[in-house]
Structures are given as C-alpha cells and as structure tokens.
C-alpha cells in the first residue's frame, strides 16, 4: 500500500544516497468578502492571475458557499470577468473558506468540503479548467506549506505527482515496486537475522554479508560503460543459491546507462537512473525474461501501461570498486531479494 507521499523513500538508500520527497509545496489563501452585495455573500480570491469565488448557488442567498467559480483573466482591457469553471457541492456540503489552498505554481487548488458526516479534498487543474478528483480528509495531509497524500485513484496520483519535483525514476515507479527501492537494505539485514540461521549454505550467507556490508564508492556512470560478468545470488525462506557468472554489458540508452544481463537462462535489462540524492548510487529499472525471449523494460516507463508487469523488476546499484558492482533487486519482506554481482 502507498505510503504517505509525505515521507515516501526518504530514507530509501541507506548507502548514500536519499531520494526525493514526493511532497507537494502549496500556499493557503485568504479570500475577502464582497460587500456590494450583503443578501448574497460571496469570497472572492486571487493568486497569479487566477481568480475565483466561493458563494451560495441555492434559493437561500445566506446559505453556505456550495459553488466554486474560476474566472478567466482580464484580456485586451476588458474589465468584465467571465466565468470559466463553475463546481458545485454536493447536497449538503459547503466549501470550508479557511481551507482553500492552491499550489506554487497556481495549476492546482485544493478545497475543503465539508458535511455533517464528514469531510472531502477537492482538486482542481486551473489550467484545464477540470476538477481532477477527490480524497477523503484522512487521506490528506497539509501541514507547514506542505501537501502530502495516499491512496489516491492512478489518474489522480499522476496528475498530482506531475506538479511534485521528482527525478524521472520516481514519477515511473508503482506503488507496488516502492518497497524494494525504500527498504531493500533493511529487508536484507532481517532475512540474515532470522531465515539465514535456518541451517542455509554457510558460505553462501556469508557472501550475501560481505556484499552487503562492503562501502559503497562515489559512481561516475560513463566508467561503468562497458563488458561485465555477473551472477545472481537469490535468497528466501527457502534458501541461498549462487549462480555462475554469465555474460552481462552497460551501455549508453540515451540519457541513461542500459544495464543487460545478455546469457542464462534468467535475463534482465533495464535502465539505470541518477537520483539527485547523491551519487552513490543508481536505480535500476527493467524487465525480467528467460531464454531467448525479447528484452522487456519496466511498464512504468510505458506510457500505454494501465499498471505493473509480472516481468517488472526494480532495485538500487551500488559501485563496491572500480570494477566491482552489485545490485539488489525485487527485495520484499514476504518473499525475499536477489543480488547481482557483477565483475570486469
């Protein structure tokens, strides 16, 4: 399940680097009354250009603001305002005017509604003139300036998310796929205190410690360009097993660096992306395959994708020395995690 964003892969990368905070910067507005008027109330306000009004849409013009109105801006010294998005509350629900809170940028307002049963977040893209979506108040959290928020609808997320500064690896990765990326290094360390004493490959386990405990080194990715041998270490409830080295490569993919596991019967190939956390490491996200199967990449990285891949897989790369890689991939608390080691 989504974490908070607020908090989301702030501590992630235990080696060195720590991804961004998916946290959304917003501003709380204060409206002012309109007083030309008394027997119809109205709150107008403004921000960068935009303006809107809270007022009372029902046959009691003291009733309680239940319409939202955004005005187009004033053009070619034209002083009339024109209506441009007209929302209503739903039966029973008034707009809270104390909550009324719009992002930086003014693209996005975020609006209190309130009833007697409870309480909604309303979100609107300014810009398309279109309410995105909704949460219920728990499901939200503003607080110091800062718009944080779980379980929202996909569309909604990645309209919202598309407002947040994160690095392109975090805009593609799932939900789903978080865990291995936020605490793959912590799920390592509890199945070595617990399922590694259950009588598993003594040497194995030891490797699985050596790797995981050996310091990191800053990574300049153009040196990693190049032919690698790499081999997979996998771990579970069920064990520890260490596989041959096979035939691997990095390559440039454009802005990225293309990581390939080329031979075996197990394959992988995905991208490695920077993260402004720091340099010490990548993440790594590709598609898993076996035999001779065409390469995959990661569905997150698919603009056609409505969700994830069995085929997806993700996880962070750590530089050990200057020919000495590892990656710890598809960690999970339920299921276990696998290692690359890769080698010149």
Not at 27 to 46: I, K, R, V
């Amino acid at each position: 399940m989504r974490a908070f964003l607020a908090i989301l892969l702030a501590a992630c990368l235990a080696a060195g680097v720590t991804a961004g905070e998916r946290v959304l910067p917003v501003l709380s507005l204060d409206g002012s009354m309109d007083g030309e008027d008394s027997d119809h109330p109205a709150m107008y306000f403004s921000y960068e250009g935009l303006e809107f009004r809270l007022d009372a849409s029902g046959p009691d013009p003291l009733g309680p603001f239940d319409r939202l109105t955004i005005f187009l801006p004033r053009v070619g010294g034209i002083e009339e305002e024109r209506p441009f998005l007209s929302v209503h509350a739903r039966r029973g629900e008034a707009f809270d005017p104390e909550q009324v809170h719009v992002s930086e940028d003014g693209k996005l307002l975020i609006l209190k509604l309130r009833s007697e049963q409870a309480a909604r977040w309303l979100f609107v893209d300014t810009r398309q003139a279109a309410a995105i979506g909704e949460l219920p108040e728990d499901r939200v959290i503003l607080e110091d300036g800062q718009l944080s928020w779980e379980g929202a609808p996909p569309e909604l997320d990645r309209r919202l998310l598309a407002l947040v500064a994160l690095d392109p690896w975090e805009r593609a990765l799932w939900p789903q796929h978080e865990v291995a990326i936020r605490d793959g290094r912590a799920i390592v360390e509890e199945w070595l205190q617990k399922e590694a004493t259950q009588g598993f490959d003594a040497e194995a386990v030891g490797l699985v410690r050596r790797l995981m405990a050996a310091p990191v080194q800053a990574i300049a990715p153009e040196r990693l360009i190049g032919v690698w041998r790499v081999r997979s270490i996998q771990a579970g409830s069920l064990g520890v097993f260490v596989y041959p080295f096979f035939a691997a490569r990095i390559e440039r993919a454009g802005e990225q660096l293309r990581l390939s596991k080329t031979s075996g019967s197990q394959r992988r190939q995905g991208l490695l992306f920077a993260s402004r956390g720091g340099p010490e490491a990548l993440i790594f996200l590709g598609g898993a395959t076996v035999h001779d199967e065409p390469a995959i990449s990661y569905s997150g990285l698919d603009p056609q994708s409505q969700g994830p891949r069995e085929s997806d897989s993700v996880g962070v790369l750590w530089q050990l020395g200057p020919d000495h890689l590892i990656v710890l991939l598809d960690a999970d608390y339920g299921t276990g995690f696998e290692i690359y080691e890769l080698k010149r």
